[in-house]
């Protein structure tokens, strides 16, 4: 069964740097079939893409988070890991880590309970 687990810090000072990170059991998170994701949703807001993973260890980002966010692995751990830089309390949100097929279009097979974390005004 494939599991993943976020952890870090729930309050973030403003200006500060997010640290979560999503532990991987069940799969490997070197393998060529899946990317590794994280996605935030905001109080009142839908599902927004942060960034991936893939199996070379090449990470993507969006577009409107690309000059904060970093996303990292350490493969001896089988986990992954994200950094969102100078956080407002506009970054206030519920954080997932989640599993995407290559093979899938869109979508995701497997998440994380998520980890709220919250930046206080």
């Known amino acids: 069964q494939v599991q993943l687990q976020e952890s870090g810090p729930g309050l973030v000072k403003p200006s500060q740097t997010l640290s979560l990170t999503c532990t991987v059991s069940?799969?490997?998170?070197?393998?060529?079939?899946?990317?590794w994701t994280w996605i935030r949703q905001s109080p009142g807001k839908g599902l927004e893409w942060m960034g991936d993973i893939g199996p070379s260890g090449i990470a993507d980002y969006s577009p409107s988070l690309k000059r904060r966010t970093s996303i990292g692995r350490d493969t001896s751990k089988n986990h992954f890991t994200l950094q969102l830089s100078s956080v407002t309390p506009e970054d206030t949100a519920l954080y997932y880590c989640?599993?995407?097929?290559?093979?899938?279009?869109?979508?995701?097979?497997?998440w994380g309970r998520g980890t709220q974390v919250t930046v206080p005004s």
């Open positions: 989640a599993r995407h097929p290559a093979w899938w279009r869109s979508g995701f097979d497997f």
């Open positions: 069940g799969s490997s998170i070197t393998t060529n079939d899946y990317y």
